[in-house]
T-cell receptor, first 112, second 117 residues
Framework: SQQGEEDPQALSIQEGENATMNCSYK?????LQWYRQNSGRGLVHLIL?????REKHSGRLRVTLDTSKKSSSLLITASRAADTASYFC????????????FGAGTRLFVKA | GAVVSQHPSWVICKSGTSVKIECRSL??????MFWYRQFPKQSLMLMAT?????????EQGVEKDKFLINHASLTLSTLTVTSAHPEDSSFYIC?????????????FGPGTRLLVL
């Protein structure tokens, strides 16, 4: 069963605005990762944040992790039309061995 | 970066036939490969974890006799959808974990779109 839930399910913003997506999970984790998927395509790995980290940056991306609340957020600053995609968080559950469970995803639409 | 390929990229078949999908890690050895299924506008659902040289571990609700997984080498895993039916139509994605890297990053294939008529 899926571990993560994300909100919002869909987000529509204007180019140049910031986009924030949230992810919650249920069990203890080693790390949390964010992925991007263009429609009907494979996944692109964006960023990994470990359970002992609270914030991480990569270009226009900023990820936070709050293990006490079992939640994470992905912020995309100065969004571009090319950022239009689905974004998924994924966690590696500490139980059941090494496997990655994906959240439901947020569909982001950036209007030019 | 590490590259994972899938073949075929899309397949259309008649109901009742079997379809084999290949997942290859092109420039690294993958001790573990994962198979996911994704229905339209939904997330990826883990189907099974495949370890080289051993039997795959299937997630609850996934029929192992219907979705046969073989991981015969460190660079190749195959998923065979046996006696496919229209409800098996989906986007199948594999990923490979690079045993040589310190981080637990999976590299995903481009996916295989299966349409069963």
């Amino acid at each position: 069963s899926q571990q993560g839930e994300e909100d919002p399910q869909a987000l529509s913003i204007q180019e140049g605005e910031n986009a924030t997506m949230n992810c919650s999970y249920k069990t203890s984790i080693n790390n949390l990762q964010w992925y991007r998927q263009n429609s009907g395509r494979g996944l692109v790995h964006l960023i990994l944040i470990r359970s002992n980290e609270r914030e991480k940056h990569s270009g226009r991306l900023r990820v936070t992790l709050d293990t006490s609340k079992k939640s994470s957020s992905l912020l995309i600053t100065a969004s571009r039309a090319a950022d239009t995609a689905s974004y998924f968080c994924a966690t590696d559950a500490k139980t059941g061995g090494f496997k990655t469970i994906f959240g439901a995803g947020t569909r982001l639409f950036v209007k030019a | 970066g590490a590259v994972v390929s899938q073949h075929p990229s899309w397949v259309i078949c008649k109901s009742g036939t079997s379809v084999k999908i290949e997942c290859r890690s092109l420039d690294f050895q993958a001790t573990t490969m994962f198979w996911y299924r994704q229905f339209p506008k939904q997330s990826l659902m883990l189907m099974a974890t495949s370890n080289e040289g051993s039997k795959a571990t299937y997630e609850q609700g996934v029929e192992k006799d219907k979705f046969l997984i073989n991981h015969a080498s460190l660079t190749l895993s195959t998923l065979t959808v046996t006696s496919a039916h229209p409800e098996d139509s989906s986007f199948y994605i594999c990923s490979a974990a690079n045993a040589g890297t310190p981080e637990e990053t999976q590299y995903f294939g481009p996916g295989t779109r299966l349409l069963v008529l």
